[in-house]
């Protein structure tokens, strides 16, 4: 079945492990899908983005609307053919209406916009531009491209586009307004999808804010999310078999399994092809990062930065982070294998120790307080970082960021409550 | 040779490429179970493919926002058509192929140079910025890796002293040019795969583009843009099964076999690399194209060319 799935909050681990089931196809775009399928509780503008993408899927299309275990937030308010319960069987349920539709005893869904120009067409000009001279008038619109100077001092076409908040290879909810020359980045300003709902119950980490959370519970979350950001990433590098296999170990990682990951590290170290893919983008030196706690951005940067280092629970097992030196995204590709291994000896060793619990705490994504989270240090560095990069690149550096826009909301929403 | 009448020849052509396509579809799905690890079950490889090409078949065509319509179909019959071409100068045996090897490089080298059209108008035609980008890419790619391409068949037409490529693989009988020529065959492959934009080197079609200049299609239309894609994987190694490991040569099994054998082992290589090698960055390989696979193909062709003196 050919799904374009939407996670909304606390759905979006959910989505994730739908690659695990060889009955779904997870298509990158909506139009070679069939099913939507609407995950977790959205906000205003992913619904949004979720209409559009419902318009732009190839007939016959249904929508599914799939409730998550963890999310509180309201539903989603577009037309759903079929409602799944977090407990019910997501792949059963959407396979025996997809067999409905395709036989044609279920209609399929007509357009939720009106498909007509966003702005009358004037009929000016050879191609209908709407106005005179060389490149005269906004079509539809839409201003036609502008032109700047690229780095070879040519004066070249620039487009400017918005991609996201649900391009497949960038965070879900975020979205870059970018300038675009050929596929080199110009610039890029990165937007959030605002009001992001919050999942509930809140994860380990937020909860060890409040509370001392069992050491053993913190880092195996860790290593489950590293792994899972391991798995997107391979995905998006063109590895989506290895992404499924590392997947598969998050979903049933334990605290014996340090060797494994280890395994992996080393495979994509020797294939140094990978090494190609990721060397030298996006380099992110100490100048920068020093004090922002950015967690293991910062640590392949080579800062010994990390909550865990104050904690005496920590400090009793002996730990010492794992550094790096390379700064770029390669580093930060080891860093956070190192780190996943890492964590899985501690909670190991960790026995019944508790940490945390007095407003801040170091999530896998770096210095979590009530306040503020990584990512929203880490989005303001993206204009610089991205500018002047290939398309590729800027993806592969946004994805060796590793921002967690879930959480930065999370800690908001846990604020204001503090406050109110 | 005598080539066949021409209907046969298309025929012939036509069923090879199908076979060959499916072959890839099902080879893909295999490696793709094993690097997952996933449990293998035989009906997902054998019939897996077959379900998601009728998935496709059902499913309509979309619009999108004032699109080059004529070229948007026409670019993936384009490319298969190339594809078709490309196989059909392979003989199969000295006296079988489906059209005249005697000037089967020439016709191969032209059918390469045009898959940079063929892709570029599937990604312009789309009239969005992700398929434009993925055009745009292939057209740096492919003009990094055609000189090296031509460069690596053109040294195994030394030692032949011909063209042919019936001639290319009779000049094999005591040796293959994959003993005689080792960077030949490792070169031929890296640019293969360029080709057919597959694996570490599928940047039009890449995931960060979210599908590339596939983007916008589906049904038919993305039906018929995959298996032009691997119908050119397919082309690729049958040349190169001919050019560098004896075509039709081989004891006790007849011609014919041996040609499809060494062509499947080439492209369980092609496919296998699919998915253990990461996309490789655009600029760091146009770089390596031009510093190091030119020079390299070049020593090849003056190595081969002093050692026939």
Redesign the interface.
């Given at each position: 079945v050919?799904v374009f799935a939407v996670a909304g909050a606390g759905a979006r681990e959910a989505v994730q492990d739908l690659r695990l089931r060889?009955e779904f196809?997870l298509t990158?775009?909506p139009?070679?899908a069939?099913v939507l399928l609407l995950a977790g509780s959205p906000s205003a503008e992913l619904e949004n983005a979720a209409r559009a993408a419902h318009d732009?899927?190839?007939?016959?299309r249904v929508t599914v609307r799939w409730d998550s275990p963890n999310s509180s937030g309201p539903g989603w308010s577009l037309p759903a053919a079929l409602s799944v319960s977090a407990d019910a069987d997501i792949v059963g349920r959407v396979r025996a209406l997809h067999a409905r539709v395709?036989d044609g005893s279920f209609p399929t869904e007509g357009a939720l916009f009106v498909d007509d120009d966003p702005v009358p067409w004037l009929g000016v000009g050879p191609f209908g531009q709407g106005g005179t001279g060389m490149t005269g008038g906004v079509p539809?619109g839409r201003p036609m491209p502008e032109r700047a100077d690229d780095r070879d001092g040519l004066t070249l076409d620039q487009?400017s586009?918005r991609?996201g908040p649900l391009?497949?290879?960038l965070p879900q909810g975020l979205s870059l307004a970018v300038k675009?020359q050929?596929?080199l980045v110009q610039e890029a300003l990165p937007h959030v999808a605002a009001e992001l709902p919050v999942p509930s119950p809140p994860g380990p980490f937020v909860r060890a804010l409040d509370v001392p959370v069992p050491v053993a519970e913190l880092e195996l979350a860790r290593a489950r999310s590293l792994l899972r950001w391991a798995a997107e990433g391979?995905?998006?590098?063109?590895?989506?078999?290895?992404?499924?296999?590392v997947l598969?170990l998050a979903g049933r990682i334990g605290p014996g399994d340090a060797a494994e990951i280890e395994a992996l590290e080393r495979t994509l170290r020797r294939?140094r092809?990978?090494g190609?893919?990721?060397g030298g983008?996006a380099s992110l030196g100490t100048d920068l990062l020093t004090g922002m706690g950015a967690g293991p951005v910062g640590r392949a940067a080579g800062l010994a930065e990390d909550l865990r280092l104050e904690e005496p629970a920590y400090q009793a097992l002996g730990f010492a982070p794992v550094l790096h030196d390379g700064a770029d995204s390669a580093a930060r590709w080891r860093q956070r294998l190192g780190e996943a291994a890492q964590a899985l000896s501690l909670a190991a060793a960790a026995g019944e120790r508790t940490a945390f619990g007095e407003g801040r705490v170091e999530s896998p994504h770096g210095r979590l307080a009530r306040a503020e989270a990584p990512a929203d240090r880490l989005l303001p560095l993206l204009p610089a970082l991205l500018e002047g990069l290939?398309?590729?690149?800027a993806?592969?550096a946004v994805v060796s960021l590793d921002l967690d826009l879930e959480e930065a909301g999370a800690v908001r929403t846990a604020r204001e409550g503090a406050s109110a | 040779v005598t080539p066949p009448p021409i209907g046969l020849g298309v025929l012939a052509v036509g069923g090879a490429l199908v076979v060959g396509v499916y072959v890839v579809a099902i080879l893909d799905v295999a490696?793709?179970?094993v690097?997952?690890?996933?449990p293998i079950r035989s009906v997902?490889l054998l019939l897996g493919p077959a379900r998601?090409a009728s998935?496709?078949l059902?499913?309509?065509?979309?619009r999108t926002?004032r699109p080059d319509a004529a070229l948007w179909a026409f670019a993936p019959a384009f490319l298969i058509g190339l594809a078709a071409l490309g196989l059909s100068v392979v003989p199969l045996s000295p006296r079988l192929a489906a059209s005249d090897p005697s000037t089967g490089f020439v016709v191969f080298a032209v059918a390469v140079g045009y898959v940079i059209v063929a892709v570029f108008l599937h990604g312009w035609s789309a009239n969005s910025?992700?398929p434009l980008?993925g055009g745009?890419?292939f057209v740096a790619q492919a003009l990094s890796f055609q000189i090296p391409f031509l460069l690596s068949m053109l040294a195994t037409g030394l030692p032949a002293q011909s063209l042919a490529i019936d001639d290319i693989v009779r000049s094999q009988a005591s040796l293959w040019n994959v003993i005689r020529q080792p960077i030949g065959l490792p070169l031929y492959l890296v640019v293969g795969v360029g080709v057919s934009f597959w694996?570490?080197l599928?940047?039009p079609d890449?995931?960060?583009?979210?599908?590339g200049t596939s983007?916008?299609?589906?049904?038919p239309g993305?039906l018929l843009w995959r298996a032009a894609r691997a119908a050119m994987l397919v082309a690729i190694a049958a040349l190169g099964a001919s050019s560098f490991l004896g075509g039709w040569l081989g004891p006790w099994l007849p011609g014919p076999v041996w040609v499809v054998l060494k062509t499947l082992v080439l492209l369980i290589l092609l496919v296998g690399a699919g998915?253990?090698?990461?996309?490789?960055?655009?600029?760091?390989f146009v770089v390596v194209a031009w510093a190091v696979l030119i020079p390299l193909a070049l020593a090849n062709v003056l190595v081969s060319g002093v050692s026939l003196l």
């Open positions: 050919p060889p196809l990158p775009t139009r070679a069939n732009a899927m190839s007939h016959p395709l539809y487009v586009v991609i391009f497949s290879s675009l050929g596929d391979l995905r998006i590098q063109g590895l989506s078999a290895l992404g499924v296999r598969r294939t092809l990978f190609w893919a990721t983008v290939d398309w590729g690149d993806v592969t | 490696t793709r179970i690097v997952s690890g996933a997902d998601r998935l496709l059902i499913q309509r065509r979309t926002e910025i992700m980008m745009y890419r694996g570490a599928a940047l890449g995931e960060d583009l979210a599908g983007a916008e299609v589906s049904g993305l998915h253990l090698f990461a996309r490789v960055r655009l600029e760091r």
